[in-house]
């Protein structure tokens, strides 16, 4: 069972940065894309960005210009960084990874822009 563990979230003031990392439990070449969904309190989850194995990212239009997703391949680590924040970037945000149309999630962790 593909395991993913976020890390990186909390509190942080609006215009601040924050990043998160997400920790596949295999080689994430394997996936056919990997990514961040976010879930505000009382909305659905909904993709913030997701990038496939040949490196094309893909972005919500809320967070284009603010956030940037990478990998490293040879950690089978996927990363997020989240600049100038806005209150309503907060949310739990959740790594995911896709095979096909499996998709695999971790346990989310928090992000709170508040002041």
């Known amino acids: 069972q593909v395991q993913l563990v976020e890390s990186g979230g909390g509190l942080v003031r609006p215009g601040g940065s924050l990043g998160l990392s997400c920790a596949v439990s295999?080689?994430?070449?394997?996936?056919?894309?990997v990514g961040w969904y976010r879930q505000a309190p009382g909305n659905e989850r909904e993709l913030v960005a997701d990038?496939?194995?040949?490196?094309?990212?893909n972005y919500a239009e809320s967070v284009k210009g603010r956030f940037t997703i990478s990998r490293d391949n040879a950690k089978n680590t996927v990363y997020l960084q989240m600049n100038s924040l806005k209150s309503e970037d907060t949310g739990v945000y959740y790594c995911?990874?896709?095979?096909?149309?499996?998709?695999?999630w971790g346990q989310g962790t928090p992000v709170t822009v508040s002041s």
């Open positions: 995911y990874s896709r095979i096909l149309r499996s998709k695999y």
């Open positions: 295999e080689n994430i070449i394997n996936f056919n894309a």
């Open positions: 990038i496939n194995v040949g490196g094309v990212t």
